[in-house]
């Protein structure tokens, strides 16, 4: 027997299904898209508000419908005192509790935004996260829809910040209030008919998933996948089928207007919302928004069964290519509506409110299609090295990296193994930093330090053939005195800079540094 420990077993890394690392690029890219949206928001005349990862679980409502997923859609934990809570899945149900705990002090309308991860106990695949980030407005407390013909003004502001072009986009409209008119007409109102409303709205929600065809047979007797699996119907006749898919499949909603008025004629909440729809497009028409930007369409059925009014979705329009090569619309990237009775169910009174969601990773990838991401100068830091670890020759490298950054200049002093002095300069390669600061005792000694642009030293490098050259050339290096140290750097960014706008242009001349006049408040 041995008797010897056995040995560790190495901790496997690993990530969770559904979740990923963002990287340096994708998080500038968030924080550069989040800014410009930020800034149009504000300019509407909203404030942010943040609510916390965690609710409790039965302030959340309805959970997503993933009845075969541990905590049906959620992801949960039982507190100390045995009350259930849970990661949040939107940002619009703890609003709603963030609303009804503060109704006394806050100020209605309450116009707020907030921005913030949220997240999904799905089942994870291709594009598809169980953690992702939401950028929400809302607006409660007003009744009226001139806050829903608002929202979608802000929304199309917000992609025009964003360099999404006219014509590129749409912010389609619809409203819950005309399909529940079109349901009652064709014989489904009352509360026995609620069920059967629900198989309705669920089976017009797939309309981009199975077409026409497909909605067809889940609103009449059902329909059996490629997989054989049968899905049943909501039960409808082919007369109440034909209404139903009139309203979804409506294009061009002047043409139509009339009958679908003439359909839904009779019935309280029909009549309202076809007034709704029309008064939607005249506010926005009279403030400058053409069917380009904002057009009323009835085929816009996803959120149905959650809104109780106006519905809007933000669509891109241009082609993208997906993962097997074809080309296809981009679609949609944000959408919201009316939801006038979330809040009340903490309230036990009506409280009106309308809000819209971006889904930041979406409209991140369809902004880098567009080549608008990512454009940004990101300058990684000038290196300061570290040739002596005494406190004398320490403390002198962390002077020059506080004065640099003094200068608003990006700047480290090198953290790792500083014995081997060519790691320092493969460390400097390996990020991309544009210069690194030498000061070894000699020139410790006399007051300078030595300044390697590590940009032209690169391009330099390909016109030099052996080692004894490139020693003795000292390529791009010079010295200068200790006190000249940041006007020096700032004259070679600046002269880098130059330099790149010109590549970028097509129009390569490479600087020479003593040429550059006097440019030190130019960084």
């Given at each position: 027997?041995?008797?010897?420990?056995?040995?560790?077993?190495?901790?496997?890394?690993?990530?969770?299904?559904?979740?990923?690392?963002?990287s340096?690029a994708?998080?500038?890219?968030?924080?550069?898209?989040?800014?410009?949206?930020?800034?149009?928001?504000?300019?509407?005349?909203?404030?942010?508000?943040?609510?916390?990862?965690?609710?409790?679980?039965?302030?959340?409502?309805k959970?997503?419908?993933?009845?075969?997923?541990?905590?049906?859609?959620?992801?949960?934990?039982?507190?100390?005192?045995?009350?259930?809570m849970?990661?949040?899945?939107?940002?619009?149900?703890?609003?709603?509790?963030?609303?009804?705990?503060?109704?006394?002090?806050?100020?209605?309308?309450?116009?707020?935004?907030?921005?913030?991860?949220?997240?999904?106990?799905?089942?994870?695949?291709?594009?598809?996260?169980?953690?992702?980030?939401?950028?929400?407005?809302?607006?409660?407390?007003?009744?009226?829809?001139?806050?829903?013909?608002?929202?979608?003004?802000?929304?199309?502001?917000?992609?025009?910040?964003?360099?999404?072009?006219?014509?590129?986009?749409?912010?389609?409209?619809?409203?819950?209030?005309?399909?529940?008119?079109?349901?009652?007409?064709?014989?489904?109102?009352?509360?026995?008919?609620?069920?059967?409303?629900?198989?309705?709205l669920?089976?017009?929600?797939?309309?981009?998933?199975f077409?026409?065809?497909?909605?067809?047979?889940?609103?009449?007797?059902?329909?059996?996948?490629?997989?054989?699996?049968?899905?049943?119907?909501?039960?409808?006749?082919?007369?109440?089928?034909?209404?139903?898919?009139?309203?979804?499949?409506?294009?061009?909603?002047?043409?139509?207007?009339?009958?679908?008025?003439?359909?839904?004629?009779?019935?309280?909440?029909?009549?309202?919302?076809?007034?709704?729809?029309?008064?939607?497009?005249?506010?926005?028409?009279?403030?400058?928004?053409?069917?380009?930007?904002?057009?009323?369409?009835?085929?816009?059925?996803?959120?149905?069964?959650?809104?109780?009014?106006p519905?809007?979705?933000?669509?891109?329009?241009?082609?993208?290519?997906?993962?097997?090569?074809?080309?296809?619309?981009?679609?949609?990237?944000?959408?919201?509506?009316?939801?006038?009775?979330?809040?009340?169910?903490?309230?036990?009174?009506?409280?009106?409110?309308?809000?819209?969601?971006?889904?930041?990773?979406?409209?991140?990838?369809?902004?880098?299609?567009?080549?608008?991401?990512?454009q940004?100068?990101?300058?990684?830091?000038?290196?300061?090295?570290?040739?002596?670890?005494?406190?004398?020759?320490?403390g002198?490298?962390?002077?020059?990296?506080?004065?640099?950054?003094?200068?608003?200049?990006?700047?480290?002093?090198?953290?790792?193994?500083?014995?081997?002095?060519?790691?320092?300069?493969?460390?400097?390669?390996?990020?991309?930093?544009?210069?690194?600061?030498?000061?070894?005792?000699d020139?410790?000694?006399?007051?300078?330090?030595?300044?390697?642009?590590?940009?032209?030293?690169?391009?330099?490098?390909?016109?030099?053939?052996?080692?004894?050259?490139?020693?003795?050339?000292?390529?791009?290096?010079?010295?200068?005195?200790?006190?000249?140290?940041?006007?020096?750097?700032?004259?070679?960014l600046?002269?880098?800079?130059?330099?790149?706008?010109?590549?970028?242009?097509?129009?390569?001349?490479?600087?020479?540094?003593?040429?550059?006049?006097?440019?030190?408040?130019?960084?």
């Open positions: 027997m041995n008797d010897k420990q056995k040995k560790p077993q190495k901790l496997k890394a690993r990530l969770p299904r559904g979740f990923v690392d963002r340096a994708d998080l500038r890219a968030v924080n550069e898209m989040t800014a410009k949206i930020r800034e149009v928001y504000e300019h509407y005349g909203f404030d942010p508000v943040e609510t916390p990862l965690l609710e409790y679980t039965d302030a959340l409502g959970f997503l419908p993933d009845s075969d997923r541990p905590n049906e859609g959620v992801f949960s934990l039982q507190d100390d005192d045995e009350q259930w849970s990661l949040r899945y939107d940002l619009t149900a703890p609003l709603a509790r963030h609303v009804a705990e503060s109704f006394n002090e806050i100020q209605l309308p309450y116009r707020t935004y907030r921005a913030g991860y949220v997240f999904r106990n799905e089942k994870p695949g291709p594009g598809r996260f169980r953690q992702f980030m939401q950028f929400d407005a809302d607006t409660v407390g007003a009744p009226g829809v001139q806050a829903d013909a608002e929202m979608c003004m802000m929304m199309s502001d917000t992609l025009e910040a964003l360099g999404i072009k006219r014509g590129d986009y749409v912010i389609r409209v619809n409203n819950r209030k005309v399909l529940d008119g079109v349901l009652e007409a064709i014989g489904l109102g009352g509360d026995d008919k609620a069920g059967q409303r629900l198989n309705v669920r089976a017009i929600d797939k309309l981009d998933k077409g026409p065809e497909g909605v067809a047979l889940l609103l009449g007797p059902g329909r059996k996948d490629e997989s054989g699996d049968f899905t049943k119907g909501a039960g409808l006749d082919q007369s109440q089928i034909e209404k139903v898919l009139f309203f979804v499949g409506i294009k061009d909603y002047a043409e139509s207007a009339a009958q679908l008025a003439e359909l839904v004629a009779g019935t309280e909440k029909g009549v309202e919302g076809v007034e709704e729809l029309n008064f939607i497009g005249a506010l926005v028409t009279s403030a400058g928004y053409q069917a380009d930007r904002i057009k009323i369409d009835p085929s816009v059925v996803r959120g149905l069964e959650y809104y109780t009014g519905v809007y979705e933000a669509e891109l329009l241009f082609d993208v290519t997906n993962e097997k090569g074809e080309k296809v619309v981009f679609g949609s990237v944000g959408g919201g509506g009316r939801y006038d009775g979330l809040v009340s169910r903490f309230m036990g009174q009506p409280v009106p409110a309308t809000g819209f969601s971006i889904g930041v990773s979406r409209l991140m990838t369809a902004l880098k299609n567009l080549g608008k991401l990512g940004q100068d990101i300058i990684e830091p000038v290196l300061v090295t570290v040739m002596d670890g005494d406190v004398g020759a320490m002198r490298y962390q002077r020059f990296t506080q004065e640099l950054r003094a200068a608003g200049i990006r700047a480290e002093m090198f953290q790792g193994n500083w014995k081997k002095f060519g790691n320092q300069l493969k460390y400097a390669d390996r990020r991309g930093c544009p210069i690194a600061i030498i000061q070894g005792g020139e410790r000694a006399q007051g300078v330090v030595q300044i390697k642009d590590l940009i032209e030293g690169k391009r330099l490098s390909g016109e030099i053939e052996d080692n004894t050259t490139w020693r003795e050339a000292r390529v791009a290096q010079e010295t200068v005195a200790e006190a000249d140290l940041v006007a020096k750097v700032k004259k070679i600046v002269a880098q800079a130059e330099d790149r706008k010109r590549a970028a242009s097509g129009f390569v001349v490479p600087y020479d540094p003593a040429q550059t006049g006097d440019i030190d408040d130019e960084v």
